[in-house]
């Protein structure tokens, strides 16, 4: 297979998060079988009923020494971008949805596999999951199920080919604030859970500005767990009383910091608005605590992509699949070609040069851990 037509026909496919990526699954698994892997698919359905599916090849018996990982969905795309499933090369870049967000590294793992054909003595994987871009879904299926286990795994995800040792976690709840709607001209006869909300945010602000800072890491940027209030809303019109406002708070905590720290302290400071006020609510429902993932810099499947590469190891704040691949037993570092920050946007690209350079570093990660 050639590297860029192999990207060109994964692009074509949509598998925007919202669809169901079977389409995709049955196209890796040809070529998956065509190189002799053993191929399982878990299915499953996402909270929409729509159908989605994990891939797991392997070449040899026994815990896999490798496995290269790579998401199969993308995030949508606008309409008016004519080139989005048509791969397009333009000044050194390959242009198109998923571009370098991640099949760009799903082709250079499936080259890198095909380079290696024949050359294996020991046992090799490539997974390739669902829904990464909805919260590490696929992956959580896998680690549910126990499925996907090896002793190292690396996560292709848009890097500059710089590996990736650690990232921060992702954790993510509502907080719903209770009030008493009344007439906006006898604001005595109610109680506004705006004005409620809004005691909690300048809490929530201090404590995120202060206390949050203290612990910190030195390896990332900010060095320290962050959190935020993306969204705020409540009421029903100009002039009634607000009797409910809803908070979403995200926070990233550092990887050895539980996901439950950021709980604990805003359950603390709504039990603060609850001493000062009698009558106040508030209830917190978390929707997500993904952990963070930390990899010693000495680990030898992250010195190996620091010498291929020429790139020293960094860590990101984003979240990735790595939590769930080190849950899973495997040593995990993230690398890939392609830049994070044209991600997610119209006009993704993933330059030649760093295609071309991922499925020969790719190549010599499966030949030296796996050959």
């Known amino acids: 297979m050639s590297l860029v037509p192999l990207l060109r026909d994964l692009v074509a496919i949509d598998s925007t998060s919202t669809r169901s990526n079977l389409p995709i699954v049955e196209v890796l ?6 190189l002799g892997f053993r191929c399982e698919v878990q299915r ?3 909270d929409a009923g729509v159908e989605k599916a994990n891939l797991i090849g392997q070449l040899g018996d026994g815990l896999p020494e490798l496995a290269l990982v790579g998401h199969s969905d993308c995030v949508p795309f606008d309409a008016s971008w004519g080139e989005a499933l048509t791969l397009t090369e333009r000044d050194g870049r390959l242009f198109g949805r998923g571009a370098c967000d991640t099949k ?3 082709a250079c793992a499936l080259t890198a596999a095909e380079r290696t054909r024949g050359k294996l003595t020991r046992p090799f994987m490539l997974l390739f999951t669902a829904d990464e871009e909805l919260g590490c879904v696929g992956a959580k299926k896998l680690l549910e199920a126990g ?7 690396i996560i292709g995800e848009p890097t500059s080919l710089r590996p990736i040792r650690a990232n921060k976690g992702y954790c993510l709840a509502e907080i719903d604030l209770q009030g008493k709607e009344g007439h906006s001209a006898y604001p005595d006869t109610g109680a506004s859970a705006i004005f ?17 800072r203290e612990q910190t890491h030195p390896d990332f940027t900010p060095g320290f767990g962050t959190l935020n209030v993306g969204m705020a809303s409540g009421g029903k019109a100009k002039n009634v009383i607000p009797g409910q406002m809803r908070l979403t708070l995200e926070w990233r905590p550092l990887p050895n910091q539980g996901t439950e720290l950021v709980l604990r302290a805003v359950e603390k400071l709504i039990d603060e608005c609850c001493a000062e006020e009698p009558g106040f609510t508030a209830t917190v429902r978390p929707l997500r605590m993904d952990r963070g993932y930390d990899t010693p810099v000495d ?14 190891p960094d860590t990101v704040s984003f979240g990735t699949e790595g939590p769930q691949l080190a849950a899973l037993g495997a040593v ?3 690398f890939g070609p392609g830049d994070i920050t044209v991600a997610h946007q119209t006009g993704e690209y993933v330059p030649m040069d760093e295609l071309q350079r991922a499925a020969e570093i790719l190549e010599a990660a499966v030949l030296h851990f796996c050959g």
């Open 29 to 34: 698994q040809q070529h998956l079988v065509a």
């Open 44 to 46: 499953y359905r996402d």
């Open 104 to 106: 760009a590294f799903i």
């Open 147 to 153: 499925k996907g286990r090896a002793r190292r795994a």
């Open 196 to 212: 409620r909300g809004a005691r909690l945010l300048t809490k929530l602000e201090r404590y995120a500005n202060g206390p949050l």
């Open 299 to 312: 680990a030898d499947v992250v010195a190996f992509l620091a010498r291929a590469s020429g790139r020293a």
């Open 332 to 334: 995990p570092v993230v």
